[in-house]
Structure formats: structure tokens, C-alpha cells
């Protein structure tokens, strides 16, 4: 059985943080394909604007091809009816894709928040999830309450917001680009 790890968020943007995750993942060998999921509409954020989706898809497709990160962009959200829950994605996955066992890929920072999750008690017992540490964030903990896999990666301490908030006030933020 095939296994594919599955890396959602709004990417927006698609930054250094979500690069070092989506090549830690490319590299460690413990699976066989990596596809980041764009989703257009995080029922969670109420910053994520529907109408920037597919410039965000289209964005972390280039940065996928400039990095040479051997994974998959998909746009599979897209196509399915609103709203958009991580479990019923994994669940549609599942039931078109047989011959894949699916794993969740999160951030710890993600993890600390699963209760607010739609079905997060499903989701964490109808898939494996693997958690890549945050600063700021007891990964080892959460992994433990959650019954997640803790995956060591390196530190990266930026988020999506941080970016948009210091392009709002005229900061240069492409370092942090990807």
C-alpha cells in the first residue's frame, strides 16, 4: 500500500516554515508521496480569502518546482463542496484512492488547536497523524495527549501571519518567502 503524507494549509504564503516541513517529509523515506493541499477556505481563518486561492496554489506550485521539492500540489479541496474539514478530505481520499493509506502532516502549532477541529476525535483515530515541532509549542506533549507521531525537524520560526503583517506595515518579508 502506497503511503502518502498529506500536508494541508492556506499557504498563505507559502513560506520557509511550510518549505523546511514539505523537504524534511520529501526526505525522510517514510513515504512514498507528499502532496500539499491548498485549501481554499480554512473554516478556522477568517483571513484565508477564497478569491486568492488559486493565485496561493499557482505560488506554491512555483516555489514546489524552483525548490525542486519532489512533491504534489493538489487542488482536491477545490472540488469538493464547502465547507472544507480536513476529515472529510482524508475521508474522500480514502474512499478514491484504495491502494493509499493516508497520514495527516501537521504543526504542533496545529495539534494545539485540534479540539477546535471538525471531528477531531475521528480524524484522530481514523488516520495516522505526524507532527513536525513549532517553537513555542510541547510537541512531545500534544503528541502524547493526541496520540500523534512526533517527527523531529528543524526549528523554523516564522508564520504566514507574522509575513502578511510586516509586508502591511512596508517590511521587506521575501526572505522569508519561499
Known amino acids: 500500500m502506497k503511503k502518502v503524507g498529506l500536508y494541508f494549509g ?9 518549505l523546511a516541513v514539505a523537504e524534511f517529509f520529501c526526505k ?3 513515504i512514498d508521496e507528499l502532496r500539499l ?3 481554499p477556505k480554512n473554516p478556522l481563518k477568517s483571513d484565508t480569502l477564497e478569491s486568492s486561492a488559486y493565485d496561493r ?3 506554491v506550485k512555483r516555489a514546489v518546482e524552483r525548490h525542486k521539492l519532489k512533491a504534489i500540489v493538489t487542488d ?3 472540488h469538493l463542496p464547502p465547507p472544507l474539514y480536513t476529515i472529510e478530505t482524508m475521508r474522500y481520499l480514502k474512499r478514491t484512492e484504495p491502494g493509499s493509506e493516508f497520514i495527516l ?5 496545529n495539534l494545539s488547536i485540534i479540539e477546535k477541529w471538525h471531528e477531531y476525535q475521528s480524524l484522530l483515530s481514523e488516520f495516522e497523524v505526524w507532527v513536525y515541532p513549532r517553537r513555542g509549542y510541547d510537541a512531545a506533549e500534544l503528541c502524547k495527549k493526541y496520540g500523534a507521531t512526533l517527527k523531529e525537524g528543524a526549528l523554523i520560526d516564522i508564520s504566514g501571519t507574522e509575513i502578511r503583517h510586516g509586508e502591511e506595515i512596508g517590511m521587506d518579508m521575501s526572505r522569508f518567502k519561499a
Not at 492556506?10 to 511550510?18: L, T, V
Open 10 to 18: 492556506s499557504f498563505n504564503p507559502f513560506h520557509i516554515g511550510h
Open 28 to 30: 525522510s523515506g517514510e
Open 37 to 39: 493541499v491548498v485549501s
Open 57 to 59: 496554489i499557482e505560488s
Open 76 to 78: 482536491v479541496e477545490f
Open 105 to 109: 502532516i501537521i504543526g504542533a502549532d
